[in-house]
């Protein structure tokens, strides 16, 4: 694997070449990271971004839409309680609150910013369902395009914005933490120099960590960079074993695995086995509509039973599925499929990540300087399992959000901390063991989540989880980039999914197959600086704020 961040030569360490100052520093060019970048303005950005500015990671490969209560017979309340529902007793009630009622307005102004969403014959915005949502709230764009269509305004938009200066291929190493206070971003630019991103405002929105595991939906950018940076750098991380697999996507033997939106389901496509069985029937009320952690372990039965499963929409799509659902019509031709008239091999994969840097309603973590939105943070809104469609609402809300509060009058300090002044080593960049060394750690780091801290888990599969994984840290400490990154997200999914000793929503363990009321309470982790992983029970879920990250101690 190419890894941007990897040092010219194993086993040296560069030093900083140069220190660049701005107010912002946003890591991630998703819909979370855009959608703060530009609403940051007047402030001056740097939005670095690993891969290509346009190509956005995750979002650019949400097919499903952005749920939001627009419809005639819908309204925030109702949204607010099925997204509790789903979230099976961890949601924040105040955030859920803020996340349904303030998503209208934040499709408002995508739309004004130009976003294209589907419409119907009298020019309203089309409304579709999904899994677990008692009401049609689903927008999408282009039938199944939805989240490269936000991509696409927003990034627009972004270049047009004189104050945002964006810095491709660029990968972010580690923060920068001067007493106690986020200072800047270390980052290996494209011609393999290092700078330090000296900013008193650091906005982390790299996305997942789907490429945790051997089968995943994620693009290949979603290896838990951001996740990781703010685990070393001392702050407080929720809910890290709450992972939901996606129950259907195509079993071509692709990596990444294509995703088959929950739309399909949601317009009646059915799951069955070889025989023709729809043995969904058998599994939940709901049946194909059941909440996703539900469908995938069905599913995930099945296919360790030797049986093969499909998605049958011949009967509910046919012959409209060019137009209805062009990019998922696509995928399966290419693989020389007719979903038209055949129906499509499914399997479950690692999707989506509920837990992640602990924030409070306006973005701020446990370290001041630091903001976290999308996927990487841990706003309270999921709870252990995400309502389908509102990943995407909850990065255009909490981007917004990030945003207002970085436009805030907060205390005065120096644009640079006095100590960066000094910072000619630091922080210092990991080694590096070379890209074969380090792209075959990746492949056992990924095989081992896969087997042991997957679907279903148990108390020796994820012991043994971490056994391995800490050998390959003991092995392997000149691992450098994304390597690095995925070793330190695994062992912490491991460690959380070790005590949690219940099911609940994403999580499920074979050895405790049910809830515990004792057990609804988050789980918080941090890692010291030897690399220990500290895990604490919390409270029950609240909306209390987390910390004033930008407070200006």
């Not at 395009?145 to 938009?157: D, I």
């Not at 070393?232 to 709450?242: P, S, V």
């Not at 005590?499 to 405790?512: F, M, N, P, T």
């Amino acid at each position: 694997m190419s890894d941007p961040a990897q040092a010219a030569e194993p086993g040296q360490t560069a030093r900083i070449a140069e220190i660049r100052e701005s107010d912002v520093v946003v890591v991630g060019t998703g819909v979370a990271g855009l959608t703060a970048a530009l609403g940051a303005a007047p402030r001056r950005v740097d939005l670095l971004t690993k891969s290509r500015f346009g190509s956005g990671g995750s979002s650019a490969w949400a097919q499903g839409g952005v749920a939001v209560a627009v419809g005639r017979d819908d309204a925030p309340a109702l949204h607010a309680a099925d997204t509790m529902a789903a979230g099976a007793g961890l949601n924040d009630p105040a955030v859920v609150a803020i996340l349904t009622s303030e998503g209208p307005k934040r499709v408002e102004a995508l739309l004004a910013l130009g976003a294209r969403f589907d419409r119907d014959p009298q020019g309203q915005l089309a409304l579709g369902r999904e899994a677990a949502h008692s009401r049609r709230r689903i927008l999408h764009a282009h039938g199944d395009a939805t989240g490269a269509e936000m991509l696409l305004t927003l990034s627009l938009a972004v270049e047009q914005a004189p104050e945002v200066a964006v810095c491709e291929s660029t990968f972010a190493l580690d923060l920068a933490v001067v007493e106690g206070e986020v200072a800047g971003v270390l980052a290996r630019h494209p011609d393999g120099r290092l700078v330090l991103h000296a900013a008193p405002a650091v906005v982390v929105a790299t996305g997942g960590l789907g490429r945790l595991f051997a089968h995943t939906t994620n693009p290949i950018e979603a290896t838990a960079d951001g996740l990781a940076m703010a685990a070393r750098a001392g702050a407080r991380l929720l809910d890290l074993e709450f992972v939901q697999f996606h129950p259907t996507a195509l079993a071509s033997g692709a990596d990444p695995m294509p995703l088959l939106t929950e739309a399909l389901r949601g317009e009646g496509a059915i799951l069955i086995d070889e025989t023709g069985y729809r043995f969904m029937l058998d599994e939940h009320p709901d049946r194909e509509l059941a909440p996703r952690d539900v469908v995938a372990r069905a599913i995930w039965k099945r296919i360790e039973r030797g049986s093969k499963v499909f998605l049958d929409a011949r009967a509910a799509v046919g012959e409209g599925f060019p137009e209805r659902f062009p990019t998922v019509f696509a995928l399966c031709r290419r693989e020389g499929l007719d979903p038209r008239r055949e129906p499509i091999p499914v399997a479950p994969a690692a999707h989506y990540h509920m837990g992640g840097i602990a924030v409070d309603a306006q973005g701020r973590s446990s370290l001041p300087g630091l903001w976290a939105c999308g996927e990487v943070s841990a706003t309270g809104a999921h709870g252990a399992n995400r309502l389908a469609s509102n990943s995407l609402l909850e990065a255009l809300v909490f981007g917004a959000r990030v945003a207002d509060d970085l436009r805030r009058p907060r205390v005065a300090r120096p644009r640079r901390h006095p100590k960066l002044a000094e910072a000619g080593s630091l922080p210092a960049a990991p080694p590096g063991l070379g890209a074969e060394v380090e792209s075959e750690t990746i492949t056992a780091i990924r095989r081992i989540m896969w087997q042991q801290v997957g679907l279903v888990r148990d108390e020796r599969g994820l012991t043994g989880a971490l056994a391995a994984l800490d050998q390959i840290a003991s092995e392997r400490p000149g691992l450098s980039g994304e390597a690095r990154n995925l070793l330190c997200a695994g062992r912490l999914v491991a460690a959380t999914a070790l005590a949690r000793r219940e099911s609940r929503g994403g999580h499920y363990r074979s050895d405790y197959p049910e809830p515990d009321p004792a057990w609804q309470r988050h789980l918080i982790a941090t890692l010291d600086e030897a690399g220990e992983i500290d895990i604490e029970l919390g409270p029950l879920p609240q909306a209390a704020p987390i910390a004033a990250a930008g407070s200006g101690r």
